[in-house]
């Protein structure tokens, strides 16, 4: 009979001991994906500052905060002043990127010229897929060259001058 006691007793045992992994198990998993979250939800390494992108999605606003963010590291003490194109930006649905677009004035106070700012942002991960800024005549501000130069730089072509009598 005392047999019969200790079996009886045994997989109430066993049931308790998987609650308990289980738990365990939930528990780790649940700070697992919390932490995993809070990692993409970073924007260009800083921190979201607690926002839960859950229960406020990232948005054409958000967008165009990464963007400013990213041409006032890139642009420096140059960048005077930086303001949203709001009828240029706006979320392409085909590519799934947002595009912001940003009007800015480069330069001194004193003497100053308009650029325009292009950024291409993935709202899955809030980072910046392309960027570049312009002058007002399209010739990019962060690198020595434009495409129009790497053309020059081909020479006349023999359609161009036959072209051109």
Same mark, same amino acid.
């Given at each position: 009979? &005392? ?34 979250? &809070?990692? &993409?939800?970073?924007?260009? *390494?800083?921190?979201?500052?607690? =926002? $839960? ?27 005077? /002043? ?12 085909? =590519? ?17 010229? $308009? ?28 690198? *020595?060259?434009?495409?129009? $130069?790497?053309? $020059?730089?081909? *020479? ?7 072209? /051109?009598?």
């Amino acid at each position: 009979m &005392a047999s019969l006691l200790n079996q009886s007793k045994c997989p109430p045992l066993i049931y308790s001991a998987m609650g308990v992994v289980a738990i365990i198990t939930s528990c780790l998993l649940t700070v697992y994906v919390v932490n995993s979250r &809070a990692e &993409a939800a970073e924007i260009n *390494g800083q921190a979201n500052n607690g =926002r $839960d992108y859950n229960q406020i999605p990232f948005d054409t606003y958000d967008a165009t905060n990464v963007c400013r963010e990213e041409a006032t590291d890139q642009l420096g003490a140059s960048l005077v /002043r930086i303001l949203p194109d709001w009828h240029s930006t706006r979320f392409e649905a085909d =590519r799934q990127t947002y595009l912001v677009v940003l009007k800015a004035d480069v330069g001194t106070l004193q003497n100053f010229e $308009d650029a325009y700012v292009y950024c291409y942002i993935d709202p899955s991960d809030y980072a910046i897929k392309y960027f570049n800024a312009y002058d007002s005549k399209q010739k990019p501000l962060l690198s *020595g060259f434009s495409f129009g $130069d790497i053309i $020059d730089s081909f *020479g006349p072509s023999s359609y161009d001058s036959g072209r /051109r009598h």
